[in-house]
């Protein structure tokens, strides 16, 4: 979560990122969950954008930065999260899943994000395959994706995603680390925001 804001404030180029979670059985809440919602005994950290809870023990997480002149920011809230997910289902595809777009929200009670679709999730039949969540500030757009299916193949999906997901960010793809100034940012973040209970009990 740290490197993500930090991508975030220091975005020049279009980043896309995937990354694992070091505590198997961890969960994230979204910005304006409460605290309270998460289940008993579970490893958890508030993210930086909404949303609702993830339950992070068998999903695919990526996240996607880019700067606020980038077209994907300025298509808006709905046009950049439906573009991105038509991306995901075109990966989902290609690794042999039916997928969809969610013509709609389809109604729920719970707080678990993956049981209540809104409008331009992925979705297969009454499933919810791919959700997401954006923070947008003076820099940018964060854009934060979890992906849960069974049985898929982490590099393969990886491999097909970067594949789909990268027209839409640049036109030439490039490998890259983390700057020094990154590093350093998201090292003060994990330390002052993101590991500290003034950060995740906030609410």
């Not at 899943?97 to 009670?109: R, V």
């Not at 409008?119 to 820099?139: H, M, N, W, Y």
């Not at 491999?159 to 090292?187: G, I, Q, Y």
């Not at 925001?193 to 609410?203: F, G, R």
């Amino acid at each position: 979560m740290a490197i993500d804001e930090a991508l975030l404030r220091h975005v020049t180029a279009p980043v896309l990122r995937f990354y694992r979670w070091s505590e198997p059985d961890a969960v994230s809440i979204g910005y304006f969950d409460p605290h309270s919602c998460v289940p008993n005994g579970r490893p958890f950290v508030r993210r930086y954008t909404g949303g609702g809870l993830v339950d992070h023990q068998s999903d695919f997480t990526y996240s996607i930065i880019i700067s606020k002149l980038h077209p994907l920011t300025l298509s808006g809230t709905t046009g950049s999260y439906q573009s991105i997910h038509e991306a995901v289902i075109l990966a989902l595809r290609h690794q042999g899943f039916t997928a969809e777009l969610a013509p709609c929200c389809l109604e729920a009670q719970s707080s678990a994000c993956f049981e209540k679709p809104v409008k331009f999730d992925v979705i297969s039949g009454a499933s919810k395959l791919a959700g997401g969540a954006q923070r947008r500030t003076r820099e940018g757009c964060l854009h934060q994706g979890s992906i849960l299916i069974k049985n898929f193949d982490y590099a393969s999906l990886k491999n097909s995603l970067t594949h789909f997901l990268t027209p839409l960010l640049a036109d030439v793809p490039e490998d890259s680390a983390l700057t020094e100034l990154e590093k350093t940012s998201a090292e003060k973040l994990a330390v002052e925001k993101y590991q500290t209970p003034e950060w995740n009990l906030s609410k």
